[in-house]
């Protein structure tokens, strides 16, 4: 069985485990009534599943849908007015992006699966948005940058990429996923998505990008995740990367 997170703050948490335990007892039941009560069953828990700080739902009978992950309790929602994103550390320009900005930028649009390290996958998933990479080069990285840093405005979560990943065509901040503007629980107005490795190195809520000397771990990868998330061929790493 895949991996699950290790423990995360249940602050926000309102799935009980009183709760849980008795879904887990009618996904038993959904086996034996088949797809009806299973298509019902996810239908009653679309509420629940969407504020899901520990993962435990993924243990339910759902099907292919987005779980929501935070490791920190509820997150102020950002008005996309106020938004900002900052380019900073070792680069020739920094920069302190708006919304606007962001959307008046070419534009790049993928079709790509969503896949959680403990073992949900949501497939062929639209994003959109602008490249990292087109980012990185209005800020001129330094010779000695080798690695970007993300940052969240929940305040606690990072991530990181080298500066070759970093540039890949399918590493985005997406404006969009799911033919629409990125909702706050899936981390907008902004989020990373980075097509070719587990969604935990999907940083929600991005507000600042980071040029390091180093490759500075993240949220996870200091929990004992790889660095290099990279998903199988299966989500396309070894296919076209524009494709
Ligand atoms: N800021 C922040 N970003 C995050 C996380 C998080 O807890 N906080 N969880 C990660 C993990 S483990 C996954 S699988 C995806 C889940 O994205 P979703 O909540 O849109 O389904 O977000 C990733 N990005
Ligand atoms: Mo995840």
Redesign the pocket.
């Known amino acids: 069985m895949a991996p699950e ?1 290790p423990a ?1 703050d249940e602050g926000g948490a309102p799935v009980g485990r009183r709760v849980v335990l008795g879904l887990l007892g009618l996904g038993a039941l959904g086996i034996v009534g088949g797809a009806r009560l299973q298509d019902a069953l996810s239908a009653a828990l679309a509420p629940i599943q969407t504020r899901d700080p520990t993962g435990l739902s993924s243990l339910l009978p759902l099907g292919n849908t ?7 309790g509820a997150v102020d929602e950002q008005d996309a007015g106020e938004y900002r994103l900052s380019v900073s550390g070792l680069v020739g320009t920094p920069g302190r992006h708006t919304l606007a900005d962001l959307q008046a930028m070419p534009q790049t649009q993928l079709v790509r699966d ?1 896949q ?2 403990t073992g949900w996958r949501v497939p062929d998933v639209p994003w959109a948005g602008v490249r990292l990479g087109h980012l990185l080069d209005l800020a001129a990285p330094d010779p000695t940058a080798t690695a970007v840093r993300l940052t ?1 405005f ?1 305040g606690t ?1 990072t991530e990181s990429l080298s500066l070759e990943q970093a540039r890949r065509p399918d590493v985005l901040v997406a404006l969009r996923m799911l033919d629409a503007p990125v909702t706050h ?3 907008g107005p902004v989020r990373l998505y980075v097509a070719p490795m ?3 190195k ?4 991005l507000s600042g990008i980071e040029l390091t000397e180093e490759v500075v771990p993240g949220y ?1 990868e200091e929990r004992g995740y790889s660095v290099d998330g990279w998903v199988g061929s299966s989500n396309g790493r070894d296919d076209d990367p524009t494709g």
Not at 66 to 72: I, K, N, P, Q
Not at 202 to 205: A, C, E, N, P, T
């Open positions: 997170h995360v987005f779980r929501y992950y935070s490791v920190t969503f959680c390290v969240s929940d979560y629980d899936h981390g587990y969604g935990y999907s940083l929600k809520w996870w």
